[in-house]
Nanobody, 122 residues
C-alpha cells in the first residue's frame, strides 16, 4: 500500500486556479503510475488525469484537456494537479491514487487518498 495525502484544495471563483498536491509514502513512489480522480455529489467517481512512473506519458479527461496539467516529482514523492480556468462544474472531491503498474494503461489504481474538496463558485 501507498499512503497518500492530498492538499491544496479550497474555494475559488470561476476562471481561477488551484494546485493540488499529493504526497506519497510507503512503496517506492517511482514504481507506480499516479492519477487524479474526482467525484461530484450524485455522480460516479471519474478519472481526471493520469501519469506514468516517469512522467513522460499523461492522459486527461476531455472535460479538462487544455486546462489541467498533471505532473510528478519522484525525488519528492509528490504528484501535482495544476487546475486553470476552473469552471463551476469542476466542483468535486478530488482523490489522488497510485497504480499497481508503472503505466496507467496497465493494472489498476489500488491506493487512494482521503480526498480533498474543490469548490468553484460562479
Amino acid at each position: 500500500q501507498v499512503h497518500l495525502v492530498e492538499s491544496g484544495g479550497g474555494l475559488v471563483q470561476a476562471g481561477g486556479s488551484l494546485r493540488l498536491s499529493c504526497a506519497a509514502s510507503g512503496r517506492t513512489f517511482s514504481n507506480h503510475a499516479m492519477g487524479w480522480f474526482r467525484q461530484a455529489p450524485g455522480n460516479e467517481r471519474e478519472s481526471v488525469a493520469t501519469i506514468s512512473w516517469s512522467g513522460h506519458s499523461t492522459n486527461y479527461a476531455d472535460s479538462v484537456k487544455g486546462r489541467f496539467t498533471i505532473s510528478r516529482d519522484n525525488a519528492k514523492n509528490t504528484v501535482y494537479l495544476q487546475m486553470n480556468s476552473l469552471k463551476v462544474e469542476d466542483t468535486a472531491v478530488y482523490y489522488c491514487a497510485a497504480g499497481s503498474h508503472r503505466h496507467y494503461s496497465f493494472g489498476h489504481f489500488d491506493s487512494w487518498g482521503q480526498g480533498i474538496q474543490v469548490t468553484v463558485s460562479s
